[in-house]
């Protein structure tokens, strides 16, 4: 077996197709085989990410292990949008690691709520059958979200997902160990790695100096900026998650009153009419003027929604299609200028202004329009050309810990408004039609055309009445 001690590095190939390399060998080696070596590639991260895609799509399980957590935040940024839900990237400090989870299976609560064409893969329908068969544990992660405390996670909670990518430090602490293919990234195995007979990948030697961090952190200022940027990592995975909802059902809404609301308000004032009509016939009658006058206020209501809407959406994108790059800017945006990491007023002012417009870009699905708002956060404010800091080192640790608890309230408030948006009614409405197309129904037709039905009958009888 050749040694790893000095990798030579390959070629700058695409990471899908190295990755596609490497999973050919768990497709073609018996389970006799010895560990799979491999040397680290160009963009290795890229390719452990594209493999994790892979694994997932060809329903095997996987565990991915790093030296350390130094490595998590761009791995997770390079995983698949489509899948990320499915892959816990898990820190090894306590605290990292409580809002990675927690965060995670917010996200994954969210895109099955929305049960979009990302979906719809077999990826996505094993981990239906997977949150089914363990409905309790499901459950029960979900209270402990819901608690928003420091009592323990469920100690299972990782079985919940079919990727783990984590640190040794936390692999030791897993319950369920095992997976189907397990991958060393530049880390010898741990003593108490579980990996059956050729279900093993090791990529690159052992760093040659590990940088372990301990689980439990005793410096108060390192530990206050590794929470703060575990919560930017997370907190802008949500906030993309909320803008993609928020979108989906804006442009539901339009397309609603395009063509249900109108009808809606034609059918309120026939309505009306025909109560007004029935109160001049029996002007002694005190119900019937009751209910020609309750009629008449609906329909004036109703016509005052819909224009209001109307005057609202009239400079709204006709249709949310965004790219699967500008979803990754928006998010890559969020991380470094959202408001809740100001350090003073000033700096959270413009970065509300440019947040504001990256929402507004990425409704529309602008990528130029996200890639000036990345360009006037470096210029900085007033054009001055002075980046604002990223460090998030430099501030002070009051300073820290006033970003932390921001954030950590955006986190919440974010799982709130999702919970908000999934139990509205109109929410129910725009899953219901989401799900009649994959029919091939159009429900919102359905709905006009019998709108239509009712409005022609009421013609009918006005005409029969004059």
């Known amino acids: 077996m050749p040694s790893l001690s000095a990798p030579t590095a390959k070629p700058d190939l695409d990471p899908a197709l190295v990755a596609a390399a490497w999973f050919a060998h768990f497709a073609t080696s018996s389970l006799a085989a010895m560990p799979h070596e491999e040397a680290v590639p160009q963009r290795p991260l890229a ?10 799509a060809e329903g095997r399980t996987l565990v991915v292990l790093s030296p350390d957590d130094q490595q998590l935040p761009e791995i997770s940024n390079a995983l698949d949008l489509s899948i990320r839900p499915l892959c816990l990237v898990l820190p090894a400090a306590d605290f990292a690691a409580r809002i990675a989870l927690r965060a995670t299976l917010s996200l994954m609560k969210s895109r099955l709520a929305r049960d979009g064409e990302d979906e719809q893969g077999a990826a996505w329908q094993k981990q239906r059958e997977r949150i089914a068969k363990n409905e309790a544990l499901w ?21 919940l997902f079919p990727v783990r990518i984590l640190p040794i430090e936390a692999y030791r602490s897993l319950r369920q160990k095992n997976s189907d293919i397990t991958v060393l990234y530049r880390c010898d195995a741990p003593p108490e790695l579980i990996a059956p007979p050729g279900s093993l990948l090791q990529v690159g030697a052992r760093a040659e100096t590990p940088r372990h961090r301990s689980i439990a952190v005793a410096d108060a200022d390192l530990q206050l900026q590794m929470e703060l940027a575990q919560l930017t990592q997370e907190v802008a995975e949500l906030e993309l998650e909320l803008a993609t909802a928020q979108a989906e059902v804006a442009d539901f809404t339009r397309r609603y009153y395009e063509l249900v609301g109108r009808r809606m308000v034609e059918l309120d004032a026939a309505q009306a009419r025909l109560a007004r009509e029935h109160a001049e016939r029996a002007p002694e009658n005190p119900e019937v003027r009751a209910e020609a006058k309750a009629k008449q206020e609906k329909a004036e209501q109703s016509a005052q929604e819909n224009k209001r809407f109307a005057e609202a959406s009239a400079e709204e994108p006709a249709t949310f299609r965004p790219s699967a790059d500008v979803k990754r800017l928006f998010r890559q945006i969020a991380q470094k200028i959202h408001p809740d990491r100001a350090t003073d007023e000033a700096d959270r002012a413009w970065r509300t202004q440019l947040m504001s417009e990256a929402n507004r870009a990425y409704r529309a699905g602008d990528e ?42 955006r ?34 037709a359905e709905m006009a055309e019998k709108l239509d039905d009712t409005l022609k009958q009421l013609q009918q009888q006005f005409a029969a009445s004059a």
């Open 47 to 56: 390719v452990l990410a594209a493999f994790a895609a892979i694994a997932l």
């Open 139 to 159: 459950q029960e992660a979900h209270r402990w979200v819901a608690r928003n405390d420091r009592s323990e996670w469920p100690e299972q909670v990782a079985d």
């Open 411 to 444: 986190l919440l408030e974010i799982e709130r408004e999702l919970q908000k948006l999934f139990g509205s009614r109109l929410y129910e409405l725009f899953i219901a039609a989401r799900q009649a197309r994959r029919q091939g129904r159009d429900l919102l």
């Open 368 to 409: 130029a329009a996200l890639q000036e708002v990345a360009a006037l956060w470096q210029e900085g404010p007033e054009g001055r050309r002075e980046p604002l800091a990223e460090n998030v080192a430099v501030a002070s640790a009051p300073t820290l810990a006033r970003q932390v608890e921001r954030m950590r309230a």
